[in-house]
């Protein structure tokens, strides 16, 4: 059974960082890319940045770029996201998704396996 577990989400004011992190359990973890989406309330669901197989490939979407960064881990079966010089807009639920042998591109409809999502809340 495919697991994937996110953490480090909170509330912080405008300015600050969070680390976001997605356990995976269940599957061959670097065969897949990894990705992380976000939803606001109202909104549909954004893709915020992607990791390839073994890291050295990423995309972000362009509202993150400089801010974010995401990596893995694949002795821990682990992706990250680091989030700095938070904005109000960036709240929203963020959710980590495996794409098998993929890209970890902007395509939401090749992840296979979602997780349940951490709420990220930040303060003006």
């Known amino acids: 059974q495919v697991q994937l577990v996110e953490s480090g989400g909170g509330l912080v004011q405008a300015g600050g960082s969070l680390r976001l992190s997605c356990a995976a359990s269940?599957?061959?973890?670097?065969?897949?890319?990894m990705g992380w989406f976000r939803q606001a309330p109202g909104k549909g669901r954004e893709f915020v940045a992607g990791?390839?197989?073994?890291?050295?490939?990423?995309h972000y979407a362009d509202s993150v770029k400089g801010r974010f960064s995401i990596s893995r881990d694949n002795a821990k079966n682990t992706v990250y996201l680091q989030m700095n010089s938070l904005k109000p807009e960036d709240t929203a639920v963020y959710y980590c998704?495996?794409?098998?042998w993929g890209p970890g591109d902007s395509d939401s409809l090749r992840y296979e396996y979602w997780g349940q999502g951490t709420q990220v809340t930040v303060s003006s």
């Open positions: 998704a495996a794409d098998y």
């Open positions: 269940g599957l061959t973890f670097n065969y897949y890319a």
């Open positions: 990791i390839g197989r073994s890291g050295p490939s990423t």
